[in-house]
């Protein structure tokens, strides 16, 4: 199996994290980063030994060595640029939240299969292991039948001026931290087989089919019985 060659586009807070990542695998490969300040590129691929930097996203997105992009720039940059990569022929890996309607979710869906190449949303919450079981526990039935599932994620955000609370760019508590329990409620409306409560059927259409777009593959790998019934998935 050949390397994935990874570019990063966007040098911000989260990115280091896909650095650990990238790096600690032996399927890919870091081979560059993009910012619009050049210097701020170059001072970000020396700190973490990224062989390349580009002063623009486009340069980035036309080396033809680069075959994944990692997008971690300002949420209502998201779509602009995970559309853009993918019609330069590149996969994409985007930070949460992919985008922020379901038009552009629909746009990055049609972009994707145009190109052949995969988007998924960075969100990796939903493929850990914790999640997962306790997922597995409620399909199972360990916990008997749920009627009534409340999330909470909080915590408290000091820095005047950060991207995450300016609406402008997409900022929100959904955006940043509550989409963690409301995704974890449409991914129990999935877990809830043939037969589920009024309230995951009241709202399986909405929120399913929503996050259900919100990772395009070429065919569709969740178990059958809990796709979401498009006949992309079926």
């Known amino acids: 199996m050949s390397l994935l060659r990874w570019g990063i586009l966007g040098p911000g807070r989260i990115a280091p994290r896909i650095v650990r990542a ?10 560059a980063v993009a910012s619009r300040d050049a210097d701020r590129a170059a001072a970000f691929a020396a700190s973490h030994a990224i062989p390349r930097s580009f002063g623009s996203y486009e340069a980035l997105l036309a080396s033809p060595d680069v075959d994944v992009v990692y997008v971690s720039l300002p949420n209502h940059l998201h779509a602009e640029w995970a559309i853009r990569a993918l019609e330069a022929g590149k996969h994409v890996l985007c930070e949460k939240p992919l985008a922020l309607n379901v038009e552009q979710v629909d746009a990055i869906a049609a972009a994707a299969e145009r190109a052949g190449r995969v988007a998924v949303e960075a969100f990796m919450y939903l493929h850990h292991p914790q999640i997962l079981r306790a997922i597995e526990l409620a399909r199972d ?23 995450r609370v ?23 409306s ?45």
């Open 22 to 31: 990238v790096t600690a695998t032996p399927l890919g490969e870091l081979l």
């Open 141 to 163: 039935g360990a916990l008997g039948r749920l009627e009534l599932v409340n999330g909470t994620f909080s915590f408290f955000l000091t820095q005047p001026g950060d991207p």
């Open 166 to 188: 300016d609406p402008t760019m997409g900022g929100g508590s959904l955006w940043d931290v509550g989409c963690y329990p409301v995704i974890r409620r449409a991914g129990q």
């Open 190 to 234: 999935w877990s809830t087989r043939d037969n589920p409560p009024p309230a995951a059927r009241a709202r399986r259409t909405d929120s399913t089919h929503w996050a259900g777009k919100w990772i395009h593959r070429p065919r569709c790998a969740s178990p059958r019985s809990t796709r979401c019934g498009k006949s992309r998935c079926a």
